[in-house]
């Protein structure tokens, strides 16, 4: 990337080229947060299309379900069949082009596919090679099969509810995979800056297993960091009494940690001599009382509305905000304002519009902003002008589109 | 950054520096993973230090708790009250150095401290300057505190709970500033990029309700995405029957969801005529039956050892991995191999020692690597030597250092 003199607002990433073979939740969100930022993310689909256009969800429109719609706006798509020879010459010409290729494949289809850092560095030794595993190389479960379930699983989240609830459970939604695609966004963002460095990309590997092991044990090693015997899990999460509070008409959801906060709560629901109370008098008193403490707000919230108790506690300075149930999220005023949640039309580059409930990148940039929301591609729509972009003429495109066309049915 | 010719195993974000005067999660989140990929962290602590110090879990030695050596390895302290003269002093300098600046302030503190954007801007045009908010600028909501358990009540994490277990819970983590930690690590990434393009830095805002919100509705807006009344909630996800399966001896997990895999499963156990079942023929047919089609799978699981079952549906090639819980998690082969859980002694700059069970970073990169891990560090550790590092001359550092010293008692 040269420093240019244009700059406009079409997000950090304008400039960078990303290749995504991945399908489902884990590599599309990777790669949503890239396009999302401004980067050409060409998803670069088999001839069946990413699985996701038909498992996320009832669609209004053939290949176009609500996940998919929501896991992949912003990209391009074309329709390659990696082992064929036609696939395999237009894939050659756009790893020439491309500054990332991300792929959750196994090391033995990359090496027949002709798909592996080396023989890719070959033809672009800028490119950064990202490849999201299950499970660590060299390790004994590589190349074993990962979805995002088995990964709760084994990693503890589904043991973390174990605590709480007496029984293992999943978390409800797709933890891992959407937790590791955010993950990888970043690693892969982290190689583009030390190519900057270097003058040359690398091979990344970003493990579903080891980040999710990674993300509960560094909350819940506890004890355990020190003594072979230590206590794991945090004791004020695994309490079944950390949960939203429930008032006279719903839920309410209060943080009291500090000491400041947690007298100004006693204070709020009208309990000053707890202040002295031994048990509750300190960080270390309260966390060693916490049933106790939480037993104390459980009481107090049920004796007023979540409303009045938002106001009485935000004039004590004690944080609270009201519980939203999956309704009335969607009609919160920060939400809506915030841009995040939009009932806009969105169009796509063949103006296919679409009237529907979307979402947006929450976050700002002051000086390089995000570009204008793409609405997810249909399934090889950008087929024909990104082999024109990589300078197929008018036959060969006839040639190789008639292929992808073919597939698409 | 320049292209510099030494490489080494140093991290892909060697080179780059980023103040950070965050605490508790969410930022020292974001900042640990820039860390390990080798940025020089500068942990900038108020006088009474990181308030995770205390907070997270019973420390062995002060102000080490076991949940703040796990967020702040690999990163420098400095104690500095942003209050005083000397701080400012050490600030001003500190930032025409750095590369990014990092902090969950609002926009009141900032401006008070003379930390806005526009203010180190005019010193070093080149800073990328990330705040960390509740809830993004402009909406009612701006300002407010945030701590996780409000952001997971208010943003439906807590409501996606209630939809599988009927009541509303917390996820057993820290999940939203744990999430949008990693977010915000991402989103500076991107903007150093960026930087790489246009010459300056700019002012980013990573919001966790937003960020939150998004991430729960991205997975469950479902039918909502296309009618005012369509249902929301992925429903493989919310159903109770989606859950860790018991064993004769255990539990395992099991994931059968394409056609290919769903025809191997029964196969596996022992009811091939399942197969020809119009309720679990196809994705579409067993969406529709999803509790008939987990209700087989739970009975089938109960017949055997977990061992067993995992040898079998691998036989199949149905993916399936035991349940661990915290404990055996921690014996497991893959994790340990992979290096990312280590019992290693630990050092800190001065060669102060630790042993203790420590997590690494677990992404790997083939050219840059990542830096040998360091111990999190003392309150105020590196303070006399970044003031070198700047060139404050001995009686400077003596009357700057007198005033963090006095601080850290």
Redesign the interface.
């Known amino acids: 990337?040269?420093?240019?003199t244009v700059?406009g607002m079409r997000?950090?990433?304008?400039?960078?080229r990303v290749l995504d073979t991945t399908g489902v939740v884990v590599g599309p969100v990777a790669t949503l947060?890239l396009a999302e930022?401004g980067a050409d993310v060409i998803k670069i689909e088999p001839p069946e299309g990413d699985?996701m256009r038909?498992?996320g969800?009832?669609p209004?429109k053939p290949g176009m379900s609500?996940?998919f719609?929501?896991?992949n706006r912003n990209k391009r798509s074309i329709a390659l069949d990696l082992k064929s020879a036609e696939g395999r010459e237009v894939m050659q010409r756009l790893v020439a082009t491309a500054d990332v290729f991300v792929s959750n494949m196994r090391p033995r289809a990359l090496q027949s596919l002709g798909l592996t850092?080396a023989a890719m560095a070959a033809v672009n030794p800028r490119i950064v090679h990202c490849t999201i595993s299950g499970?660590?190389l060299?390790?004994?479960?590589?190349g074993?099969?990962?979805?995002?379930?088995?990964i709760?699983?084994?990693?503890?989240v589904?043991?973390?509810?174990?605590?709480?609830?007496g029984?293992?459970?999943?978390?409800?939604?797709?933890l891992t995979d959407?937790?590791v695609g955010?993950?990888a966004?970043?690693?892969i963002?982290?190689?583009?800056?030390?190519r900057?460095?270097?003058?040359?990309?690398?091979?990344?590997?970003?493990?579903m297993?080891?980040?999710a092991?990674?993300?509960?044990?560094?909350?819940?090693?506890?004890?355990?960091?020190?003594e072979p015997d230590g206590h794991?899990?945090?004791p004020r999460?695994?309490t079944p009494d950390?949960?939203?509070l429930q008032t006279s008409d719903g839920?309410?959801?209060?943080?009291a940690?500090?000491d400041v906060q947690a007298r100004a709560f006693f204070d709020a629901i009208g309990r000053p001599e707890l202040k002295n109370d031994p048990r509750f008098t300190s960080?270390t008193a309260r966390l060693a009382h916490v049933r106790d403490y939480f037993a104390v707000r459980a009481e107090a919230m049920l004796t007023r509305t979540t409303a009045e108790w938002v106001e009485i506690l935000r004039r004590h300075d004690v944080?609270?905000?009201?519980?939203?149930?999956?309704?009335t999220?969607?009609d919160?005023?920060?939400?809506r304002?915030?841009g995040?949640?939009t009932e806009e039309i969105q169009k796509n580059d063949d103006d296919q519009e679409e009237t529907?409930?979307?979402?947006?990148h929450?976050?700002?940039?002051?000086?390089?902003g995000v570009p204008e929301s793409r609405l997810a591609p249909r399934f090889g729509e950008h087929g024909d002008a990104i082999l024109a972009e990589l300078g197929f003429g008018p036959e060969d495109r006839r040639r190789l589109s008639g292929r992808a066309a073919d597939a698409a049915e």
Chains 1, 2 share one sequence.
Do not use: W
């Open positions: 990337m040269s420093t240019a700059t997000g950090p990433l304008a400039g960078i947060i930022q699985l038909r498992l969800g009832r209004r609500p996940k719609l929501h896991f850092f499970f660590a060299g390790g004994p479960y590589a074993a099969p990962a979805y995002d379930t088995i709760q699983g084994l990693s503890g589904a043991a973390c509810h174990a605590e709480v609830l029984e293992p459970r999943f978390a409800p939604f797709v959407h937790l955010i993950v966004a970043q690693a963002c982290a190689a583009l800056l030390g900057e460095r270097t003058g040359v990309g690398e091979a990344i590997e970003v493990p297993f080891e980040n092991a990674a993300f509960v044990l560094s909350e819940h090693l506890d004890q355990r960091t020190f794991m899990g945090d999460i695994m950390a949960r939203p839920y309410i959801c209060v943080s940690n500090t960080v944080p609270a905000m009201p519980y939203h149930t999956l309704q999220l969607l919160d005023p920060q939400l304002g915030s995040v949640l529907m409930l979307g979402l947006r929450p976050n700002r940039y002051s000086n390089t």
